[in-house]
């Protein structure tokens, strides 16, 4: 299975908001609710931001929201600030019982 | 406080075997759905095997075979037995672990790094 499809990279000025898509199929991202997104600092382990599509992991700040329209992901984060640059990852489960992540993009905040 | 740490990587040729441990702190391994998930350099994340709260496993099909995922409840540690290892499993090793559901991992330990090199 081919991992789901995000952009390399997106960018943002501090107090903008940037939205990260993440496209799989009708087998994965379209048939299940189960996407959850991950923020990834460089040396560090990734940490759960966004569960069920659009459920936040505790402790997650309400800058962070997801949502799905079809076979395509998206999370958005509000308000951008300068922690918030990292490496971010969507991922779903499928049919094979398997959790299939995505390419990753990489946010910069200018 | 809830912890997972793994061990166990290291620097091995092709062919060899290596064992992981991710050792639990905070709950039981037997009340978690416990998962492997890689990371190549430079590269994105990986799921690579899962063992749940009723003992079942899952892997994914590239290690199918060569890894073996299981636990050791009296010891509250999950292993990762892979055999057959080549270039291409050369990763960072991450345990993570969720209470509720085997489809996204709340916690995760600091990774163990495998070097699969002649």
């Known amino acids: 299975q081919s991992a789901l499809t995000q952009p390399a990279s997106v960018s943002g000025s501090p107090g903008q908001s940037i939205t990260i898509s993440c496209t799989g199929t009708s087998s994965d991202v379209g048939d299940y609710n189960y996407v959850s997104w991950y923020q990834e600092h460089p040396g560090k382990a990734p940490k759960l931001l966004i569960f069920?599509?659009?459920g936040r992991a505790s402790g997650v700040s309400n800058r962070f929201s997801g949502s799905k329209s079809g076979n395509t992901a998206s999370l958005t984060i509000s308000g951008l600030q300068g922690e918030d640059e990292a490496d971010y990852y969507c991922a779903t489960y499928t049919s094979n019982n398997n959790v299939l992540f995505g390419g990753g993009t990489k946010l910069t905040v200018l | 406080e809830v912890q997972l740490v793994e061990s166990g990587g290291g620097l091995v040729q092709p062919g060899g075997s290596l064992r992981l441990s991710c050792a639990a702190s905070g709950f039981s391994v037997t009340d978690r759905y416990m998962n492997w998930v890689r990371q190549a350099p430079g590269k994105g994340l990986e799921w690579v095997s899962a063992i749940y709260k009723d003992g079942s496993i899952n892997y994914i099909d590239s290690v199918k075979g060569r890894f073996t995922v299981s636990r050791d409840n009296s010891q509250n540690t999950v292993y990762l037995q892979m055999t057959s290892l080549r270039p291409e499993d050369t990763a960072v090793y991450y345990c993570?672990?969720?209470?509720?559901?085997?489809?996204?991992?709340?916690?995760w330990g600091p990774g163990t790094l495998v070097t699969v090199s002649s």
């Open positions: 993570a672990a969720d209470r509720n559901s085997n489809k996204w991992f709340y916690w």
């Open positions: 069920g599509v659009n």
